[in-house]
Every structure is written in structure tokens, then in C-alpha cells.
């Protein structure tokens, strides 16, 4: 009892030399950027891989993972840490955007391929939630969509990918922004909760994607979603990432960002549009 006891509070607690280790550790490894003043979020997430892995503080698990041993230890590092809030049509306001403004615009110049990116997708509720609102589209405006469509939609979390890839969502999930009409047109009921049917699933790839990671083999995009990930980012990945992405964009493309985040400073290469309420970035 002793020995848990002090398990427990070696956990709970980081020196300021450990906390410096983990926060340059994470930002090298995949970008975030971890406030002077977290320690608290990075003991509590970290409890349950310290004791998985059977160490007692933060400090032994860096050197753990440094030294290369545990081919998923960085994984599940990674996995704790980030943030996979997510929820079907979020904010809404955006896809009423993507179906009155951005796709007319795209598809005035009657493209024969119609690809869109979305970013750090989590569990798949944004892409899935994209596809709908291009099947609602067609439905209202049919013929206009090219035949050939693709979403790539991609996370740095392996465990996200593929929980998006089975596309099965419990109550509790799909519930949040998921209409009753929705849910019975594109879900069907299955054991475990409901499962996105394939008129949703069919033009949508999961990859695994570490956004620092290179873009060049991902071909070129209409339309990019990165919406509420920038925001983990330094100054110098966010204008590093979102350059990278312009380089992926065709001409008259769109860039979408979450609500709270803003292009000030960061890329030149988009003029900003606003469209009943919602901030676009065209490029140049």
C-alpha cells in the first residue's frame, strides 16, 4: 500500500527541468506547444502511460522514450496529449458556407475532380460531415459535382484513424450536431451504436498524418478544412504548416480555419473573404 501511495505522488508531481524536457519532447515530435504553466495537464495525462509503462515520473518516461525501446511508447504520448474535441457539423455555420458559397465558386469553372483535405480530423466526424454536405448539394443542385470526388481527410493519431475508418459512433456521439434526418439517411444501426453508410464512406481515404510532416505526395486540393489545431502551434509552425498547404491548393482554392484561429501574420499567400459570419481564406 506504501508503494502505490508513492507511485501516486511521484506522478502527480514534475520538476521544472522534467516539465521543460516533455514540453521541447512534444513540440519536436509533433508541434504542440505547451504553456509555461501545465504542468497539471501534463501529470494527469500522462498517469496512466507512466504506469503502463511502469515508471514513476515524468522525467523516467522521456528517457524511456528517448532511448528507443518501446516502438509505442511515442504513440501513446502523442495520443494523450492531444486534444480530439470534435463533434458532426460543428459550429454549423461553416458547412452552410461550404454548400452556398464555397462550392459554387469552386465548381464555376466545371473542374473534373473535386478534392478537399480535411485536416487533423480526429474521429472522422468533419470529413463525414463534409461528405453529407456534398451529397446535399447534389441532391438540390444534381449534375453540377464532378464524378470524381475525394476527401483525404488525415490525424497524427493512429487510434483516431481508425476509429474514423470503422466509422461506428455510440449514442452519446453521434447525438452531438447530428440531426434525427441525418442520422436515418446516412447512418445504419448496428451493434456498439450506428455505422456511416457507404454513400458517405465512399469517396472518403484516412491517412495517418503528422502535420510537420511533408504534403508533396498528397497531390492538389479545392478546399482545405484545419479548423481549431493551429491553435497548438508556435507562430513559427502555424505560418510554416499553413504555407505548405497553400503549396497544395489549385488555383481559386479555399482555406478554412476554426472560428478562434486568424491568418494575421502568419501567410500572405490568402486574401481573407467573410461570408455570413464565416472567415474564408482564398488564395492568392
Known sequence: MQTNRKEFQQTNSITDLEYRAFREYLEDTCGILLGENKQYLVTSRMRKVIHECKLATVGELIEEVKRGRNSTLKEKIVEAMTTNETSWFRDSQPFNVLK?????SILKNAPKRLRIWSAACSSGQEPYSIAMTLNEYQLTHPGVLPKDIEIIATDISPAMIKHATEGVYDEMNIVRGMSDERRQRYFKQVEGGWRVNDLVRK??????????????LFGRFDLIFCRNVLIYF???????????????????????????ESMAKISQKFQMEKVDGTVLYKLL
Open 203 to 216: 469517396n472518403i481515404q484516412f491517412r495517418n498524418l503528422n502535420l510537420l510532416q511533408s504534403y508533396a
Open 234 to 260: 508556435s507562430h513559427e509552425l502555424k505560418s510554416d504548416i499553413v504555407n505548405r498547404m497553400a503549396g497544395t491548393l489549385n488555383q481559386t482554392s479555399y482555406l478554412l480555419l476554426g472560428g478562434s
Open 100 to 104: 452556398n458559397h464555397i462550392l459554387p
